[in-house]
């Protein structure tokens, strides 16, 4: 299983020019490296946060990779869907998507992918559509997912999981929310028939093979892997899990 503490990746948040729309951005690598070219796709999860300036746009796309977005601050759209708080984003490999409007305080999304590819295919690159290749075209975006008053989460009493999409044991995308009072542990969904999963923390702290994963801290769980065990710290914890597709 790997895994990324927000604390160390952060460190490595770095202002940048996107090069599709002109806006400055930062972008944080948190798992895997991109590979070199745009039409390149390799085993091995890819994930980094992308945090935006107040009113900017990126382009319509896709990829040759599943992926999720998970929206974790300000606010913005993504095409005609709010984007608001806390929401997910699945969509199909080849499946286009956008644009990515942030609104007036700007918007954070962590981009999500079990495979690891190169910079997507804008729409209005020439020949861009040629590109497109099958695939069963599955967009879903998930918006106001509420988050815990904290005391009230760290005083949960039992552990909760709570399916936003799909569910455990389907063999397409599906999520779910984790939710654990104060040093509360839990064995999170098997990944076995999925295509990975990753897990996001969106409020409290994780404790994991001893260290302490804080807020927007990552797990990724492989297909083969056992279905990992978690432990709330002394607040609790609220936890995405992100589960892909069985590959096809």
Do not use: C
Not at 89 to 116: E, M, N, Q, S, W
Not at 183 to 199: L, T, V
């Amino acid at each position: 299983m790997e895994t990324a503490s927000s604390v160390g990746a952060l460190a490595g948040r770095k202002k940048l020019v996107n090069p599709n729309s002109g806006a400055p951005r930062w972008r944080t690598p948190f798992i895997g490296v991109p590979v070199r070219t745009d039409d390149e796709v390799r085993d091995g999860p890819l994930a980094f946060l992308i945090e935006m300036v107040p009113n900017s746009v990126l382009p319509p796309h896709f990829h040759p990779v599943d992926q999720y977005q998970v929206f974790v601050s300000g606010s913005g759209t993504l095409g005609k869907h709010p984007a608001n708080g806390i929401a997910i984003h699945y969509a199909d490999r080849h499946t286009a998507y956008g644009p990515i409007t942030a609104g007036p305080h700007g918007v954070a999304y962590f981009t999500l992918r079990a495979k690891t590819d190169g910079r997507g295919v804008f729409l209005s690159k020439p020949g861009a559509r040629e590109q497109l290749k099958p695939s069963k075209r599955r967009f879903h975006m998930i918006d106001g997912i509420v988050l815990a008053v904290p005391p009230v989460l760290a005083e949960l009493v039992e552990p909760v999981t709570e399916q936003l999409l799909g569910a455990e044991g389907e063999d397409g995308p599906a999520s779910f929310m984790l939710r654990m009072g104060a040093g509360a542990s839990m064995r999170g969904p098997a990944p076995s028939r999925s295509g990975g999963q990753y897990y996001l923390i969106v409020s409290g702290a994780l404790r994991h093979d001893g260290s302490d994963l804080p807020v927007w801290s990552l797990l990724f769980a492989a297909p083969g892997e056992p279905a990992p065990t978690l432990a709330a710290g002394p607040a609790g914890a609220e936890v995405l899990v992100l589960q892909f597709p069985v590959p096809s």
